[in-house]
């Protein structure tokens, strides 16, 4: 059987990012390792948390990790399939960055941001870039548009792409319509450069 989420009274938080979560009602307690930031985030000792779950399955062990979003387990898991990434080396990434950012970091491919996660050198990013902008679906978008801007005269295709882009990170259209209206968005040089000042946007508004 395969956990998938977990809803219940948080028993224990520990310091190193692991908690302890009553569900159901049965007194049995589920071991969660959540990474530091969101361990604090779920709430106080006592308090119902929910938190969506990746069961990862070893011919050794078993382990549930948590977190606070459908896409940050989506996210950890592209991350997982990607080569030489462990649950540990997944969480210490979304641990300084969160999807969004990262999504901008390897559309942007920012060797510089992956390498500000600890244990992640210049080699480890430039590879993870490469294959992580299939794993998180995130397009090839460098040929310029007709006319090469993306602005008015040319937004019907290129901002469809951009749109296209961020619904398959995970972006609901509600959350795209703005973003995809700003000034900076339509006048980009070409539709990867849209995507980009889309993605950082949307980050800060998160």
């Given at each position: 059987?395969?956990?998938?989420?977990?809803?219940?009274?948080?028993?224990?938080?520990?310091?190193?990012?692991?908690?302890?979560?009553?569900?159901?009602?049965?007194?049995?307690?589920?071991?969660?390792?959540?990474?530091?930031?969101?361990?604090?985030?779920?709430?106080?000792?006592?308090?119902?948390?929910?938190?969506?779950?990746?069961?990862?399955?070893?011919?050794?062990?078993?382990?549930?990790?948590?977190?606070v979003d459908?896409?940050?387990?989506?996210?950890?898991?592209?991350?997982?399939?990607?080569?030489?990434?462990?649950?540990?080396?997944?969480?210490?990434?979304?641990?300084?960055?969160?999807?969004?950012?990262?999504?901008?970091?390897?559309?942007?491919?920012?060797?510089?941001?992956?390498?500000l996660v600890?244990?992640?050198?210049?080699?480890?990013?430039?590879?993870?870039?490469?294959?992580?902008?299939?794993?998180?679906?995130?397009?090839?978008?460098?040929?310029?548009?007709?006319?090469?801007?993306?602005?008015?005269?040319?937004?019907?295709?290129?901002?469809?792409?951009?749109?296209?882009?961020?619904?398959?990170?995970?972006?609901?259209?509600?959350?795209?319509?703005?973003?995809?209206?700003?000034?900076?968005?339509?006048?980009?040089?070409?539709?990867?450069?849209a995507l980009?000042?889309?993605?950082?946007?949307?980050?800060?508004?998160?």
């Amino acid at each position: 059987m395969m956990i998938g989420s977990l809803r219940g009274p948080l028993l224990e938080r520990t310091t190193d990012g692991t908690v302890i979560i009553e569900a159901g009602g049965a007194g049995v307690g589920y071991r969660v390792v959540t990474g530091v930031p969101t361990a604090f985030e779920l709430g106080d000792i006592g308090e119902e948390v929910f938190v969506w779950v990746h069961h990862h399955i070893r011919d050794d062990a078993q382990c549930l990790y948590g977190f606070v979003d459908p896409l940050a387990r989506t996210t950890f898991e592209a991350l997982l399939g990607a080569h030489g990434v462990g649950p540990a080396l997944a969480l210490a990434i979304l641990g300084v960055h969160t999807p969004a950012e990262l999504a901008r970091i390897v559309a942007d491919d920012d060797t510089a941001g992956l390498c500000l996660v600890p244990g992640v050198g210049k080699k480890t990013a430039a590879r993870l870039l490469i294959e992580l902008k299939s794993r998180l679906a995130i397009p090839d978008l460098g040929s310029p548009a007709p006319g090469g801007v993306v602005g008015p005269d040319n937004a019907g295709g290129s901002l469809a792409d951009v749109q296209a882009a961020l619904e398959g990170l995970g972006y609901r259209p509600e959350e795209t319509v703005d973003v995809l209206r700003s000034p900076e968005v339509r006048a980009a040089p070409d539709t990867e450069t849209a995507l980009r000042i889309a993605l950082r946007q949307l980050a800060g508004h998160r």
